[in-house]
């Protein structure tokens, strides 16, 4: 694994306007950036990546389906009370899930290890699938990289298959996120044009639009009945709001799945190492109520379990702590887990973003910032693998 320079291409950001990534640039500083990317063997691609994002995904659902029968494992977790049934019966209706993306410590020199799982609404999907494609094509097309240099990257196709697999007759399906929110409305945009791709008929409502009827189904703005959705919006605030309580008898399918809101949790974190203590992919954790969270001494990072963009993530190492982005996530049941700051390549810190798609790996994505939390404005860079 290897940070390299790049020249960037002259007309990339026409390019990326054109094609509705709009969001290049997040409140005035460069999101994505090609001015380098990021080199992996196949090997470093096959084995320390794709093969332990099936892994930690498969030991995930079966956490999902441990704690759907416990009481206390839900509390654990923070479900509201009144919707664990439902969250419990999505599970066991076996409803479809769409995608989700771990982010992992990676040097290129050991095993990945699990930061967490944005398996609910991760975001940095249209950028991964198609922004960084057309990079590569363009810089074998020059001849900066050889004809046969290839990328880490089905996401685009596996999404297609997996609306198919979901919707195998096709149909009309609704998405919704807030209109105003670039990225969010873009992101939401792709996946409808994806699913149209797959043979459904996509149909955007803003969230704040979507109302009840007298029959306690859930309609759009113009009053039709919404069968199927695909929501920008996490679980963790969904299972709260008014419109919480008609959910289990609405009929309507949700993407992603209530028991999705079980491992987009970061709890699964100390959950997953006291069921696979010293597993290679896992860094210790412990809920910060259980006295055991001791054992990671006055080094470890502090989370909350609902977060986003790393808003009141906490490291602390030697006791001294790093300064703390408020996001307003502060309260409530708090996880530590061992502190492992992301790789340095050339004084920049980087995550890995890999992918799932129904129960598959499906390509990752490069998140770069200066400081060792990962947020909204660090940058996106391109990656291949070496021919």
């Given at each position: 694994?290897?940070?390299?320079?790049?020249?960037?291409?002259?007309?990339?950001?026409?390019?990326?306007?054109?094609?509705?990534?709009?969001?290049?640039?997040?409140?005035?500083?460069?999101y994505w950036d090609e001015t380098a990317a990021y080199a992996f063997s196949m090997q470093q691609i096959e084995e320390d990546l794709e093969t332990p994002t099936e892994v930690l995904h498969a030991m995930c659902l079966d956490l999902v389906d441990e704690v759907v029968k416990s009481e206390r494992l839900m509390a654990d977790l923070d479900i509201p009370e009144a919707m664990r049934d439902y969250v419990a019966d999505s599970w066991k209706r076996q409803e479809p899930s769409l995608y989700g993306r771990f982010d992992f410590f990676y040097d290129g020199k050991?095993?990945?290890?699990?930061?967490?799982?944005?398996?609910?609404?991760?975001?940095?999907?249209?950028?991964?699938?198609?922004?960084?494609?057309?990079?590569?094509?363009?810089?074998?097309?020059?001849?900066?990289?050889?004809?046969?240099?290839?990328?880490?990257?089905?996401?685009?196709?596996?999404?297609?298959?997996?609306?198919?697999?979901?919707?195998?007759?096709?149909?009309?399906?609704?998405?919704?996120?807030?209109?105003?929110?670039?990225?969010?409305?873009?992101?939401?945009?792709?996946?409808?044009?994806?699913?149209?791709?797959?043979?459904?008929?996509?149909?955007?409502?803003?969230?704040?639009?979507?109302?009840?009827?007298?029959?306690?189904?859930?309609?759009?703005?113009?009053?039709?009945?919404?069968?199927?959705?695909?929501?920008?919006?996490?679980?963790?605030?969904?299972?709260?709001?008014?419109?919480?309580?008609?959910?289990?008898?609405?009929?309507?399918?949700?993407?992603?799945?209530?028991?999705?809101?079980?491992?987009?949790?970061?709890?699964?974190?100390?959950?997953?190492?006291?069921?696979?203590?010293?597993?290679?992919?896992?860094?210790?954790?412990?809920?910060?109520?259980?006295?055991?969270?001791?054992?990671?001494?006055?080094?470890?990072?502090?989370?909350?379990?609902?977060?986003?963009?790393?808003?009141?993530?906490?490291?602390?190492?030697?006791?001294?702590?790093?300064?703390?982005?408020?996001?307003?996530?502060?309260?409530?049941?708090?996880?530590?887990?061992?502190?492992?700051?992301?790789?340095?390549?050339?004084?920049?810190?980087?995550?890995?973003?890999?992918?799932?798609?129904?129960?598959?790996?499906?390509?990752?994505?490069?998140?770069?910032?200066?400081?060792?939390?990962?947020?909204?404005?660090?940058?996106?860079?391109?990656?291949?693998?070496?021919?």
């Open positions: 694994m290897e940070r390299l320079k790049f020249d960037p291409r002259p007309d990339w950001q026409a390019r990326a306007d054109s094609l509705g990534f709009t969001w290049h640039h997040v409140s005035g500083e460069q050991g095993p990945a290890k699990l930061y967490e799982y944005n398996a609910d609404t991760p975001t940095s999907i249209y950028e991964t699938a198609v922004f960084q494609w057309l990079w590569l094509e363009d810089q074998i097309a020059s001849g900066v990289l050889p004809a046969e240099t290839d990328q880490f990257n089905s996401l685009h196709e596996k999404l297609v298959a997996r609306f198919r697999t979901i919707f195998p007759d096709g149909g009309f399906m609704h998405f919704s996120s807030e209109p105003d929110f670039v990225e969010d409305r873009q992101t939401v945009l792709f996946l409808e044009d994806l699913a149209k791709q797959a043979g459904l008929e996509p149909q955007f409502v803003a969230l704040g639009d979507i109302g009840l009827n007298a029959d306690g189904r859930f309609v759009d703005h113009e009053n039709w009945l919404i069968g199927a959705l695909f929501k920008l919006y996490p679980w963790e605030q969904m299972l709260r709001d008014d419109y919480a309580r008609p959910l289990p008898t609405a009929e309507v399918t949700v993407l992603e799945p209530a028991w999705k809101s079980l491992i987009s949790n970061k709890g699964i974190l100390p959950l997953l190492w006291e069921r696979h203590p010293g597993h290679p992919n896992l860094l210790e954790a412990y809920f910060e109520s259980d006295p055991a969270h001791e054992r990671l001494g006055n080094s470890y990072v502090r989370k909350p379990l609902f977060s986003r963009e790393g808003a009141n993530v906490e490291l602390v190492e030697r006791g001294v702590a790093d300064p703390v982005l408020d996001g307003g996530y502060g309260d409530g049941i708090h996880i530590r887990q061992a502190l492992r700051p992301p790789a340095r390549f050339d004084d920049n810190h980087v995550i890995i973003g890999s992918w799932v798609v129904g129960d598959e790996a499906a390509g990752i994505g490069l998140r770069e910032d200066d400081t060792r939390v990962t947020r909204n404005t660090s940058r996106f860079l391109p990656h291949y693998i070496r021919a």
